[in-house]
């Protein structure tokens, strides 16, 4: 089964973060959290990204706010897809530095990044990428983009009765 590593600079993305976890539980996706700071704990960040992939980790979503190194460096050591979670954080800049930060990565060093605080689209995406290989998963994929779709539908028709 395929699990997928959600982390985070500090325990003030957790909020944020919590978003990536439910929706990942909510598709039987196994998960490990914790806190991986790119700037406090270095030596953690590189046993982390250099051995997630021989632990069974097929995706790491990796929060970050302020200069939000994280998820770049653990892209540049993974050989795993990463994505990118911009965290608006208390000394953000609206969370464009957070945004720039992940989404400006160089050539050869890719992170999928989200919107800013958009955590439930990062497990939505680690779900695809791991429904790409794993029926089952796929199939609970299928099923919830179709509830998106009847959502929508269920909404019009109200609206359409007014």
Known sequence: MSK?????????????MQEAIDI??????EIEVDIVS??????????????????????IIAGAGGAAHLPGMVASM???PVIGVPVKSSNSIDGWDSILSILQMPGGVPVATVALNGAKNAGIL????IGSHDK?????VILYKTGLKD????ASESLLKK
């Open 78 to 80: 993974s050989p795993l």
């Open 151 to 154: 959502a929508v539908i269920i």
């Open 38 to 59: 790119a700037h406090r704990t270095p030596e953690k960040l590189f046993d982390f990204s250099q051995n997630a992939h021989a632990r069974g980790i097929s995706v």
């Open 136 to 140: 089952k998963v796929l199939d609970k």
């Open 24 to 29: 990942l539980k909510g598709f039987e996706i």
């Open 126 to 129: 680690a779900a695809q990428i």
């Open 4 to 16: 997928v590593a959600i982390i985070m600079g500090s325990i003030s993305d957790m909020p944020v």
